[in-house]
């Protein structure tokens, strides 16, 4: 120790103080200072740099994936469209055919009802044809035949009988 | 522009200097061997003009060169040839608080061995020390301590010149780093090698050991220091014999600085934890409060020594190891204490590395204890 | 200012109480009262002491964090204090005596201890 | 018979140094059992030993 205290010598360690301090201040301005921030610089260039590359990166197979999604969207959405043209289809087509069936249906109704009309107008047209027909064939038998009353009221009682049968 | 070149060539030409120097000491330390070592002489009274005393032992010459070699000097000293006792290296400036100022040149000591004068004042040196004296330059020496008086020593000595020449290769070294970045924000040049080191002070330093808040407010002086220090060791290394770490000053100068910023950049966590330790009982805070107090001057204190004696003891190791050389007469002996060299040089390099860092490191812990907001047991 | 007052009482009680056991272990031992500049010790302390609480509890907003900071500088202060006016006494004979040092210690470790307690009631404010 | 001070302070050295080395070997067993966590244990370790190695100096500038 005693030994360390007579080697100190104030006049180097004031000059080593004061130069050391002058160095740290010359080199603090003129060196260390711009080094540190241009290295920060770099850094943060690199990084911004990475990171963006990074984002569109992220960017990119997000768009990816967006665009896979909206394919596969699109699909099922065709898939349903077509499902319910299909649908459609088959509902038109069925009450398509329903409608047919109740237009037929109404059209043998009608045409039988006509058919009925027109069989009784014509039976009709038919019981007044027998009707002239026979008295004229009345007539005529009365003209030839009638001799007898009894004989002419039974023939009138068959005829009429055998018109009302009808 | 010019003026720029000139500095640059100007320091080219200082490295090519330096990497000459530095491979002159292997030749060197053989014809070295026989360093004057008047200082050795114990008398009464000694006057320096004595001559150098032959008929020393080689151990002893090693011991002293040794000693020379670690001791901060008032003059550039390379080396001395001691066929011709001529000294190389250059005189520096000696500034003494003693009588007013005084200001001349060290070569007026001539290396110790002569006693300068200024405005009728008389200094001399004694084991790298400067005395007041007589004109004769007599000692008052009592039970092998020089009793004369010393004036208070400013000078430009050896290593505060080192410290003037490092302080200038890490400003243009790091101001030509930061130039590189204007161009673009990829280093070019020098940045390119020193770009990873200061990422590895800020990265590995100080967010793991302060916090990603507060780091930066301490960056400048986190990076200054370890570089500092880095460069200082490695300079200690090369055998221009410039040692600035393994000087007491240095080191306590750069642990006061860490003190003052530890305790200024201290909040009321730090304090409360160093008074009125929160979580455990009265006594014990009580107890703990000395204790703490002590902790915050023995702290810098464990790292100005730690860096002193690590760089200290290495430079003896090495520089043993390289007399050793010399004291083996056999070739055998030599060799292997050769290699034994070569081999603490190789960890030297690294512990030149790991002192830099662990001051750093230690440093940026104590800042962040003092900077941390909340207790994280 | 109430608490400043409370604090510089307790300081000057505190160091009050201490003299008196002082002086009586002084006299027990049959040593001189009042030697070694025992009052200036005792007085200087005092007043440093309330030096530093005012400057403890008179911080400005800015540097309330630093109040620790401020408490080490009062100790230096103190250390600047025992060398200007103590050191150079004590030391005329060549050494300290136990008896010179606990002159300066004493008074130096009762006000330290009330500047602790100041320093910790505002920390834990 | 006294002791001389340099016995104290060797001996202080011979525990830093035994704490020193059980940091090491403790460390190289974390770091063998997890070795992602590498920086984080010798972070730690170069704290502990420094800290310890610290008493070291006092010790031996105390003698």
């Known amino acids: 120790m005693e030994k360390l205290i007579e080697q100190f010598s104030v006049g180097l360690f004031f000059w080593q103080t004061i130069l050391f301090l002058v160095l740290v201040f010359i080199l603090k301005k003129y ?80 045409a039988y009802a006509a058919i009925e009309a027109q069989k009784s107008g014509a039976i009709a047209e038919m019981k007044s044809e027998m009707a002239s027909l026979s008295i004229s064939i009345a007539e005529k038998i009365i003209r030839k035949e009638l001799s007898s009353d009894e004989q002419q009221k039974s023939l009138a009682n068959e005829l009429v009988a055998d018109l009302k049968l009808n | 522009m010019v003026i720029r070149q000139v500095i640059m060539q100007f320091t080219r030409a200082l490295f090519f200097l330096a990497v000459l120097v530095l491979i002159q000491p292997v030749f060197l330390t053989a014809s070295e061997h026989s360093e004057h070592a008047s200082d ?194 490695l300079f200690g290394l090369t055998p221009l014999g410039i040692n600035v770490t393994n000087s007491i000053s240095v080191t306590f100068a750069l642990a006061v600085m860490t003190f003052v910023i530890t305790q200024f950049s201290g909040k009321k966590e730090y304090w409360k934890h160093i008074f009125w330790m929160p979580g455990v009982p009265v006594p014990m805070k009580i107890l ?72 750093t490191m230690l440093t940026a812990l104590y800042f962040g204890s003092a900077v941390a907001e909340h207790e994280d047991h | 200012m109430s608490d400043l007052f409370k604090y510089i009482v307790q300081i000057i009680l505190v160091c009050l109480v201490t003299l008196g056991v002082h002086i009586m272990v002084l006299a027990f031992m049959d040593k001189p009262l009042f030697d070694n500049q025992i009052i200036t010790a005792y007085a200087g302390n005092v007043a440093l002491a309330v030096l530093i609480v005012m400057g403890l509890l008179k911080v400005p907003e800015t540097l309330q964090n630093s109040r620790g900071f401020l408490f080490l500088l009062g100790s230096f202060l103190k250390f600047g204090f025992f060398f200007l006016a103590f050191y150079s006494n004590f030391k005329v004979d060549g050494a300290i005596q136990r008896i010179e040092f606990f002159a300066f210690f004493i008074p130096y470790a009762a006000a330290l201890v009330m500047e602790t307690k100041c320093l910790i009631d505002r920390l834990s404010k | ?52 190695e610290g008493i070291g100096f006092a010790a031996l500038f105390a003698v």
């Open chain 2, 288 to 359: 703990l409060a000395p204790i703490e107090l002590l902790g915050v001057f023995i702290k810098p204190f464990a790292l100005l020594i730690r860096l002193y004696a690590n760089i200290t003891a290495g430079h003896i190791v090495l520089m043993s190891l390289i007399g050793l050389m010399f004291i083996f007469h056999s070739w055998i002996g030599s060799t292997l204490s050769f290699g034994l060299s070569v081999f603490i040089s190789f960890i030297e390099l690294l512990v030149a590395a790991l002192q830099a860092y662990i001051f």
């Open chain 1, 31 to 110: 060196a260390w200072k711009p080094i540190l921030d241009s290295v920060s610089e770099r850094e943060d260039t690199i990084r911004e740099s990475l990171e963006s590359a990074e984002k569109a990166k992220k960017e990119l197979t997000e768009l990816q994936s967006k665009n896979e999604s909206l394919i596969i969207e699109a699909k099922i959405e065709r898939d349903a469209l077509l499902k319910e043209a299909r649908e459609i289809k088959d509902k038109i087509v069925n009450d398509a055919k329903g409608e047919a069936k109740e237009e037929a249906d109404k059209i043998v109704k009608a």
């Open chain 2, 40 to 233: 050795s002489t114990e008398s009464t009274q000694i006057v320096y003009q004595e001559p150098a005393q032959d008929g020393m032992s080689m151990k002893q010459e090693i011991k002293a060169h040794i000693q020379h070699h670690l001791q901060d000097g008032h003059d550039f000293h390379l080396y001395t040839d001691t066929e011709t006792n001529t000294h190389v290296g250059f005189p520096l400036l000696v500034i003494l608080l003693d009588d007013g100022v005084q200001v001349f040149s060290s070569s007026r000591f001539h290396h110790g061995e002569s006693v300068a004068e200024s405005n009728g004042n008389f200094y001399a040196l004694h084991h790298g020390k400067v005395y007041k004296t007589d004109a004769a330059g007599t000692f008052e020496m009592r039970d092998g301590h020089v009793h004369n008086e010393k004036p208070l020593d400013f000078s430009i000595t050896k290593n505060v010149f080192s410290i003037m020449a490092f302080a200038l290769m890490l400003i243009l070294l790091f101001t030509g780093a930061a130039r590189s970045y204007k161009k673009s924000l990829v280093p070019s040049g020098s940045a390119k090698f020193l770009e990873p080191l200061i990422i590895f002070v800020r990265d590995e330093i100080a967010i793991p050991n302060i916090g990603e808040k507060h780091y930066k407010r301490f960056m400048s002086y986190l990076l200054t220091v370890f570089f500092f220090i880095w460069l200082v060791n």
């Open chain 4, 1 to 52: 018979m006294e002791i001389p001070a340099i016995v104290g302070a060797g001996l202080v050295v011979i525990g830093v140094g035994i704490g020193i080395g059980r940091i090491g070997g403790s460390a190289m067993d974390a770091i063998a059992r997890q070795p992602e966590a590498t920086n984080k244990i010798q972070t730690a370790m170069l704290i502990a030993a420094a800290l310890i």
